[in-house]
């Protein structure tokens, strides 16, 4: 736990309390954070594991973060969350003790989320093996009888933590949380049980407010889409994010090994996916002047074929209208702090920054500075296959992030 007295240095190097594929540097964002003085809102349209909402709160802003994937919301909710550490350990190990007694009462025939349809059946046994999937269900049953909200959703993280890793989980897969799970086990290496209460430490000692030392304004983590966001006009005086970078990662994809134990059917997943920003789904939706000219400007995509140009200008148009939503919500004089990297489609270098700075143009924003940064080799997820193909200096350029800093230009009125 960080007490609410260190130093602003310190308090930058929070630690994460789930994988998280993409996650934002902190050190971005705690730059782009306005020093304490006047409490201001801070918005993050795309949030993730909630890096902008935990810095803006730990520096005594009014956070706000809004995702559609409901295992970020989770994670997000989860980091930004006052904690009360013994009261938890109590609740999880009481957890645990009713969930082991559960799965005596509950053969593995029958150890499925209640409303867990045949298609999400086949995934769980997939991906889990039978001793596991008893275990797991158990452990979800017990947790969704929690009463308080916020242990609720702790515990869901640390439940979720044991499915998304790295290497030995306790699914059959490896690289879930790179977002790329491939089966590789017969057994999973690791029990639930055993590994449960261990998860549920992790994850506590990695919250970084507690009921005790924080009476800085709570985060507000709201289901939304940054499209079409749920929030008024001039309300927000600074956003700070970091969009999904065009075919870069398919968040759900390893998201739904967890997803699936929360009550979510694959069919749902899958739509949910199709709609988001940045996964690979084409369209040839005629595209307006503002979305053709920022394509332009992004390279040489006439080398391209129809359906990667589709996915590119299905990218623009949806950072099109992300941009318009920025803009209206932004009080005047507001700022909008964009970290993006750019891509390779089969070789070919499409620089997202310079679509951004388009956008942001034709939506009245002026573009303050624009900085790059090497992104850390661990913070590195881009596909492996494109980022082989890619060439040698395209490598390097690929190995950067830009961070592009907007002022919207506007009255009150707007
Ligand atoms: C690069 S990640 C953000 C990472 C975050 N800054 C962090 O530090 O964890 C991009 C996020 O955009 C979300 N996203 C994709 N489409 C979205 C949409 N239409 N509305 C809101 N969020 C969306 C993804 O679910 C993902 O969590």
């Known amino acids: 736990m960080i007490p609410a007295t260190q130093s602003a240095t310190q308090k930058a190097h929070i630690r994460p309390v789930h994988p998280f594929p993409a996650r934002m540097a902190p ?9 304490s003085g006047d409490t201001l809102t801070i918005l993050d349209p795309m949030s993730g594991s909630g890096t902008t909402p935990v810095l803006a709160r730990s520096k005594g802003h009014h956070a706000i973060g809004c995702d559609t994937d409901p295992l970020a919301l989770l994670i997000a909710r989860t980091w930004c969350n006052n904690v009360k550490p013994d009261r938890l350990f109590l609740r999880a190990k009481a957890v645990l003790a009713r969930a082991m007694e559960l799965r005596e009462k509950t053969p593995s025939e029958k150890s499925y989320p209640k409303n867990a349809d045949d298609e999400t059946r086949r995934f769980m046994d997939f991906w889990f093996d039978p001793r596991n999937r008893r275990e797991l269900n158990a452990l979800a049953i017990c947790i969704s009888w929690v009463r308080s909200q916020t242990e609720r959703t702790l515990l869901w993280c640390a439940f979720s933590r044991m499915i998304i890793t790295k290497t030995a989980g306790v699914s059959l897969a490896m690289d879930v949380s790179h977002s790329r799970p491939h089966k590789v086990y017969d057994a999973a290496p690791v029990r639930p049980f055993d590994a449960f ?30 499209r079409t966001l749920p929030l008024d006009s001039n309300s927000v005086d600074r956003i700070i994010t970091s969009p999904p970078y065009l075919n870069a990662i398919d968040y759900l994809r390893g998201h739904k090994l967890s997803l699936v134990w929360m009550g979510h059917n694959i069919s749902e997943l899958r739509a949910l996916r199709s709609g988001n920003i940045g996964t690979e789904r084409s369209t040839n939706i005629a595209s307006e002047k503002a979305v053709r000219e920022a394509m332009k400007s992004m390279g040489d995509l006439t080398v391209l074929d129809k359906r990667q140009s589709g996915i590119v200008r299905r990218y623009v148009n949806d950072m ?10 932004l009080k005047p004089g507001g ?26 143009h034709s939506q009245g924003m002026s573009l303050v500075s624009r900085n790059t940064r090497p992104i850390e080799i661990k913070r590195r997820y881009l596909p492996a296959p494109e980022y082989e193909k890619s060439g040698c200096s395209l490598r390097t350029r690929m190995r950067e992030e830009v961070i592009l800093r907007f002022r919207i230009h506007k009255t009150g009125a707007q």
């Open 27 to 35: 050190s971005i964002v705690w730059d782009a954070l306005p020093e």
């Open 197 to 226: 209460l261990k998860a549920v430490s992790k994850v506590v000692n990695n919250c970084p407010f507690s009921t005790d030392t924080h009476n800085t304004p709570a985060a507000d983590i709201r289901h939304g889409d940054a």
């Open 320 to 329: 099109e209208k992300v941009m318009k939503e920025c803009a209206r919500v």
């Open 335 to 360: 700022e909008a702090v964009f970290v993006v990297g750019d891509s390779s489609i089969r070789g070919v270098f499409v620089q997202n920054s310079k679509a951004l700075i388009r956008l942001a």
